[in-house]
């Protein structure tokens, strides 16, 4: 059974850092690609990064290049999205995902499996 846990999200003020840890179990790095998103009350979910064996890693969100991070420890089978200079609209609840082909997406819909998702305000 595939299963991803998300965590570390928190209130922060405007210019400080968060990072965000996906614990995955039931599935091999080498065969998956993981994916962060996004989703703000009213609005739609964002994708925002995802790595993979094949892709490495892509950036999707304009809003977030060169302010968010996302890396990988494939010994503790954990993605991290390391987030600075926050801003009030980073505030969301941040999802990590993975799709069972080792290729990277955008789209929320290739995805297969769902972390449960964290809680990220950004005070101003």
């Known amino acids: 059974e595939v299963q991803l846990q998300a965590s570390g999200g928190g209130l922060v003020q405007a210019g400080g850092s968060l990072r965000l840890s996906c614990v995955v179990s039931g599935l091999s790095f080498d065969d998956y690609a993981i994916g962060w998103f996004r989703q703000a009350p009213g609005e739609e979910r964002e994708a925002l990064s995802c790595?993979?064996?094949?892709?490495?890693?892509?950036y999707y969100a304009d809003s977030v290049k060169g302010r968010f991070t996302m890396s990988s420890d494939n010994a503790k089978n954990t993605v991290y999205l390391h987030m600075n200079s926050l801003k009030p609209e980073d505030t969301a609840v941040y999802y990590c995902?993975?799709?069972?082909?080792?290729?990277?997406?955008?789209?929320?819909?290739?995805?297969?499996?769902w972390g449960q998702g964290t809680q990220v305000t950004v005070s101003s």
């Open positions: 995902a993975a799709r069972d082909v080792p290729n990277t997406s955008a789209s929320d819909i290739d995805y297969h499996y």
């Open positions: 790595i993979s064996s094949i892709g490495g890693t892509t």
